[in-house]
């Protein structure tokens, strides 16, 4: 048994959601191919990307789920949630608007999949702060309140992008194994 358990594959869904815009496609291209689009209209490519990942000595399969820009209409489906066992909630720091839709991206998270689905809040394009319009208490109190992990990221600088999937990851290995 031991030869199975060495043999095991992890692989892992994880759902981006969170308002249009916010940088969900960026976040997941900065993270899986080290590529920005500046001017990305809406979501560039494949509903799925794998990246291959290593947890202490691991290799672990994080299947990162992007929606096709339906969040526009309010329309991500329950197959867009289903099996997910780890979830990214982004906003936007520099768009108040974005923040307070968190909550209704939480209950639809909720409805749709496991209530014990793995969550990090995310604020994204931490590099316009002159703009910022969200504090990082606001950002950190609201996850403390709904217990769930935080970070603040830049896709277009990289900072902490990868951090938050790994946050993600790492954490579900944690409960898993
Ligand atoms: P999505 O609709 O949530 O998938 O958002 P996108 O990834 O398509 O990004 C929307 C817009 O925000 C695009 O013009 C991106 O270039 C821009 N964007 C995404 N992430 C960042 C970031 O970290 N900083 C800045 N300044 N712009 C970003
Ligand atoms: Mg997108």
């Known amino acids: 048994y031991g030869d199975e358990e060495e043999s095991q594959d992890y692989l892992f869904k994880i759902v981006l959601i969170g308002d249009s815009a916010v940088g969900k496609s960026n976040l997941l291209a900065r993270f899986a191919r080290n590529e920005f689009y500046p001017n990305s209209k809406s979501t560039i490519g494949v509903e799925f990307q794998t990246q ?4 202490d000595g691991r290799e672990i399969k994080a299947q990162i789920w992007d929606t096709a820009g339906q ?54 394009k931490t590099d316009l702060e002159e703009a910022r319009e969200v504090s990082t208490a606001e950002g950190k109190l609201l ?22 999937f790994e946050t993600v990851v790492k954490e579900i290995y944690d409960i898993l194994r």
């Open 52 to 55: 291959k990942m290593d947890i």
């Open 143 to 164: 996850a403390e309140a709904q217990g769930l992990f935080f970070m603040e990221t830049s896709a277009l600088d990289s900072s902490n992008v990868k951090a938050a």
């Open 71 to 124: 969040e526009r209409f309010r329309a991500v489906t329950s197959a867009y949630y289903r099996g997910a066992v780890g979830a990214l909630v982004v906003y936007d720091i520099s768009r108040r608007q974005t923040f307070d839709s968190v909550g209704r991206w939480l209950n639809e998270l909720h409805t749709h999949s496991d209530m014990n689905v793995v969550t990090i809040l995310v604020g994204n």
